[in-house]
């Protein structure tokens, strides 16, 4: 390359920004690049990644990758609302809408796609949107204004952030799409499925199967789609998102080679057919495939400034991996490789759990050796180490289904010694083990450290965990004590923030990010300072401050069950209830038409209650003296009990009495993770003391204390901590370990993984509490004490606060009901309704 060279870059986006950081990041001292970026749009690259979080708070500013003072410190120079119209080959230069012209020695065209709007008579009235732009967002709040219902046309990825942009924006939101299931192409049927039945839950109607033929004037609504079946469907606004074309006119008509079906042909070098142009990103066509993620176009953008640069180790571009993980609408989606199993020989394992939303299918090689494709719907925790299988052809285990299923003993892991260096990292920077450990022989000493010498993870940042899993092992392979920190935003674990909220006396995670934080937090930071903030203040969880720090469940004080409704759970003591709070909760479940079950925690569930209706059922509940059980919360939810002493002839204590006073003492309590409790009346056990986090059984002496057990999933018998206590002192060591639980453990940290992972384990724990080995046993029982005094019925004290019951609507802008959530009878009560029984192929069902 010759010693100075002219680059322009048609198109500003991620993809264009990252080529511009490439191109400055590489330059050798010799070369003189002058850069020139043309921006057909109002502002500087900004982050489609997370454009949905826009209607979330995000502001245009927040989603900014760049912006004019980082451009003029880099020398380039940049022009918006600059839309590039024609494309002189001969004479190497380009011209603007508005008359200006630019001369280059190397175009980059980075123009990226469009959104396809089908060609649906009335799809061009006002109110038929696309979701592309923050200009289209703009467009989208202000139809939503004066709009109540809402649809989708599209399926897809972007189908359904848009639709989560519809229902953040208090609309009753509909996707239509044309295949059988939602997101055909990167989940198979079965997971379809089980996506459709969550986002369905979320109160977003589905529509599969629907081919929209005309858009006319409504009925009830602004307009009516008209299905090729001759169905239906009413709506104010219509956003389509039914795919993306390749921006590529520029290159048609300066007689570039593009593909039957649309692109700019490139080769490895992503050069065009005039080896002076260069395409990347979504406008690019490379072996017949368009690569619609950011990190293929990251790679491209690298391969292009490289080749440009005439690095003598230039990389070329020969195809990318489209595994993608992602959280649509709250719900986790993961799918690597040959999700559908289209590879000759390949054999499938599936794991589905449908009442908890999951499912998990792995395809793998005919002789069962090599990873080909995997699909996580509902949970993708196994996403990393699954990928790491497929990227790196890594043997898998004798028995490849332990990899997903949640109860398999000796669950195989990849660890980050275990991954090779040519091991993909970050896939969006294409960041390798390798690079990683390079940056930290180079004198990287943290996270943030490697991140910025390598650029991983500062992508779409789903390679966060791992990065730090592999930067936080090979520091301590060299001998480096590692920083326990909990993310990117907070330089601190989990009991350092809980010190530092403590301590300084903060009220909310805006105070605690501007005291202690930097940049706007995380899925990670944010639950986590909610939690911490919950358990040590334990203030009404729907004050403003916190409430973009809690999940559906708190949000509503109410689980959400698969339907989108929710059940109702009044706290039961000890299980013991009056004949007359027993007749009301059953008027209340007769009046509402509520599903109920006895729970193994001796409680009542209530389901089937739709969000509006919950303050009302509340307020008759809270009328017959019942309160919340805190059902909804990682807190106390219940204390079993036998009746002891009282009734039964082999009690030694009164074990209900005990049950009650326990439930009433900690009840309220936020903690890491749910507790339970029981309390038999004699060693025969009946109300199952050794399954719970504390249980505490009956002696002719007093009480033996068991601690940290669990049933579910991994079941796990509870430690005998201490015998024959007297009353006194079995609730002072309740108190110091809860109090020492909820000041140590990770957030979501059972109590049974918790004693595992402590240094010492069960005899530390009692040297702690029994022996006051470190000198906290006062400060401990002082915060539970301090916690215990401002318990509050939640329920109470939302029934009284009139702006906390505006929420309790199902659509923002109606008062109407969910027409989706619909039941059918089984044994004499409601149940939810499958989708054949809602297309009224059943009308009703009775199981004897």
Request: net charge negative; aromatic share 6%.
């Amino acid at each position: 390359m010759s010693k100075q060279c002219r680059v322009v870059i048609v198109g500003n986006g991620m993809v264009g920004h990252h080529c511009v950081e490439q191109l400055i990041e590489l330059q050798q001292q010799d070369v003189k690049i002058d850069i020139t970026v043309l921006s057909a749009e109002s502002r500087l690259a900004y982050d489609r990644v997370h454009l949905s979080e826009f209607f979330a708070g995000k502001s245009a500013q927040d989603l900014a990758l760049t912006d004019e003072s980082t451009y003029d410190s880099w020398q380039v120079n940049y022009r918006t609302n600059a839309k590039v119209i024609d494309i002189d080959r001969e004479n190497k230069s380009i011209s603007t809408h508005v008359g200006e012209s630019f001369c280059y020695d190397k175009l980059i065209l980075a123009t990226g796609s469009y959104p396809f709007v089908p060609p649906i008579p009335g799809g061009e009235q006002p109110h038929c949107l696309v979701y592309r732009t923050i200009e289209d967002l703009l467009a989208i709040e202000k139809s939503a204004s004066t709009s109540k219902v809402g649809v989708v046309i599209g399926g897809g990825l972007l189908g359904l952030e848009a639709a989560n942009a519809l229902k953040q924006l208090g609309l009753k939101t509909h996707v239509v799409e044309f295949a059988p299931q939602l997101m055909a192409v990167q989940v198979d049927a079965g997971g379809g499925q089980v996506l459709k039945e969550k986002i369905e839950a979320l109160g977003v109607s589905v529509h599969t199967s629907k081919a929209t033929t005309s858009i006319s004037r409504g009925d009830t609504y602004r307009y009516k789609l008209i299905f090729s079946d001759d169905s239906e469907l009413e709506t104010d606004m219509i956003l389509f998102s039914a795919g993306i074309r390749p921006h590529d006119q520029l290159a048609r008509d300066c007689q570039l080679t593009v593909g039957e079906r649309g692109g700019v042909t490139i080769n490895q070098q992503c050069q065009t057919s005039d080896p002076n142009i260069y395409a990347i990103g979504e406008c690019a066509l490379f072996n017949q495939m368009i690569y619609g993620l950011v990190a293929p176009g990251y790679s491209m953008a690298k391969t292009a400034a490289q080749h440009i640069l005439a690095l003598p180790d230039a990389s070329q571009f020969s195809g990318a991996d489209m595994s993608t993980k992602l959280k649509l609408m709250g719900v986790d989606v993961g799918s690597i490789g040959d999700a559908h199993a289209k590879t000759e020989g390949a054999l499938c394992y599936t794991y589905v759990n449908q009442p908890a939303g999951i499912y998990k299918k792995i395809v793998v090689s005919e002789d069962n050796q090599r990873l080909l494709g995997a699909v996580l719907i509902g949970d993708t925790s196994e996403y990393d180490t699954l990928l790491q299988y497929k990227l790196n052809d890594i043997t898998l285990p004798e028995s490849p289904e332990t990899l997903i299923l949640p109860m398999a003993e000796n669950k195989p892991t990849l660890g980050a010694d275990a991954l090779p260096d040519t091991a993909t990292i970050c896939s969006c920077l294409n960041v390798t083990k390798g690079d990683i450990t390079q940056a930290i022989d180079q004198g990287s000493c943290t996270v943030a450290d490697v991140k910025s010498c390598t650029k991983a993870s500062s992508g779409c940042g789903g390679c966060a965990a791992l990065l730090k899993s592999v930067v936080d092992s090979e520091l301590e392979s060299r001998g480096v004590e590692v920083k326990k920190d909990i993310c990117q935003h907070f330089p601190f674990s989990r009991r350092e923030l809980f010190d530092i909220v403590k301590i300084e006396k903060i009220r909310s995670f805006d105070e605690l990010l501007t005291k202690h934080g930097q940049g706007l937090g995380c899925e990670i930071c944010k639950p986590t300072a909610g939690s911490i903030l919950a358990s040590v203040w334990n203030d009404y969880i729907l004050a403003n401050e916190h409430l973009a720090l809690q999940d559906t469940n708190d949000n509503f004080l109410a689980n959400m069950q698969k339907d989108g409704t929710y059940s109702v759970v009044p706290r039961i003591p000890g299980g013991e209830i009056t004949p007359e709070k027993l007749i009301k909760i059953g008027e209340v479940a007769q009046q509402y038409k509520l599903y109920t079950k006895i729970t193994g925690g001796q409680r009542i569930d209530m389901f089937g209650a739709r969000v509006e209706q919950l303050p009302e059922i509340w307020k008759t509940l809270i009328e017959a003296g019942l309160e919340t059980g805190h059902a909804y919360g990682k807190s106390v939810r219940t204390v079993k009990s036998c009746v002891g002493s009282t009734w039964c002839r082999f009690g030694v204590q009164d074990s209900v009495s005990m049950a009650i006073a326990i439930e009433n003492r900690y009840k309220g309590i936020r903690a890491p993770h749910k507790l339970k409790f029981a309390v038999s009346g004699c060693t025969r056990e009946c109300a199952e003391a050794q399954s719970k986090d504390i249980g505490i059984i009956a002696t002719d002496k007093g009480w033996n204390l068991y601690v940290c057990g669990n049933g579910g999933m991994k079941p796990r018998h509870a430690d005998l901590f201490a015998t024959d206590l007297d009353d006194t002192t079995l609730i002072q060591y309740i108190d110091r370990i809860l109090a020492f639980y909820i000041q140590t453990a990770e957030r979501l940290q059972r109590t049974s993984v918790w004693l595992e992972s402590l240094e010492g384990g069960l005899a530390y724990l009692q040297q702690v509490v029994i022996e006051d080995h470190i000198g906290i046993c006062q400060s401990l029982e002082q915060h539970m004490t301090e916690i215990i005094g401002k318990y509050q019925c939640e329920w109470t004290t939302t029934l009284n606060n009139p702006e906390a019951l505006k929420r309790f609507k199902q659509f923002v802008n109606s008062d109407e009901s969910d027409e989706n959530i619909q039941f059918v009878t089984e044994r004499n009560q409601i149940r939810p309704a499958t989708e054949a029984e809602k297309s009224n192929q059943v009308i009703a069902v009775e199981v004897l």
